[in-house]
Structures are given as structure tokens and as C-alpha cells.
Nanobody, 122 residues
Framework: VQLVESGGGMVHPGGSLRLSCAAS????????MSWVRQAPGKGPEWVSS????????YYADFVKGRFTISRDNSKNTLYLQMSNLKPEDTALYFC????????????????WGQGTQVTVSS
């Protein structure tokens, strides 16, 4: 199983970036996919998720209207389009895959990428 994030970088406040996550080794089109970030000295913070079949999208309040999650099941790739970036968006962004949702609300299998760094600074 591999999740490989890319697209991070350094931008000025108000700028945009598009993150990608290339997935392999599992059934991507049946996995709940999410982006999670971790800022220096802080714990992980959920950003957004997308349902595999309905395409329903969910966002943390702090990114609503600025970030858009999407997926291309034909390419096994997850995206996060980030606009109007703020310094507080600076973090390591991770791609997460959840497979086989259990009645407990956890997943039978869960996978993580290595992360891509996003830095927003003037």
C-alpha cells in the first residue's frame, strides 16, 4: 500500500496550492479518503473527507469556502485545492485512506502517506 502526497510548497498569504495524493495497493474507489494536517508543535487536525461512492464532501469549519477536496477514481488520486491560504494553514498535510468501515466507526484498514509540507508566509 502506498499513499504519496505532492504539491506542497511555500506561498504568500492569499495564494493557492493544489495537493495530490497518488494511491496504490488497495481498492481506492471504495475507500473513504481524507486530508489531515499537523502544524509544528500541535496534534493532527482533520481537514476534509470525501465519500467514495456518493462523492459527498465534508470540511472542517476553518477551511470551508477556501479548500475543495476531490478524487479521480480512474486515476486513484485524491486532491485538495487550497485557495486564500493563511499563515495558520502552515502544516504538514497527510493523505488518509479508510477501508472497511466497522460498526464501531473505525476502519478495518487505515493507511497514511508521508505528508507534504505547506508553508504560508509573507
Amino acid at each position: 500500500v502506498q499513499l504519496v502526497e505532492s504539491g506542497g510548497g511555500m506561498v504568500h498569504p492569499g495564494g493557492s496550492l493544489r495537493l495530490s495524493c497518488a494511491a496504490s495497493g488497495f481498492t481506492f474507489n471504495s475507500a473513504d479518503m481524507s486530508w489531515v494536517r499537523q502544524a509544528p508543535g500541535k496534534g493532527p487536525e482533520w481537514v476534509s473527507s470525501i465519500n467514495p461512492s456518493s462523492g459527498t464532501k465534508y470540511y472542517a469549519d476553518f477551511v470551508k469556502g477556501r479548500f475543495t477536496i476531490s478524487r479521480d477514481n480512474s486515476k486513484n488520486t485524491l486532491y485538495l485545492q487550497m485557495s486564500n491560504l493563511k499563515p495558520e494553514d502552515t502544516a504538514l498535510y497527510f493523505c488518509n485512506a479508510g477501508c472497511g468501515l466497522l460498526s464501531t466507526g473505525t476502519y478495518q484498514y487505515e493507511y497514511w502517506g508521508q505528508g507534504t509540507q505547506v508553508t504560508v508566509s509573507s
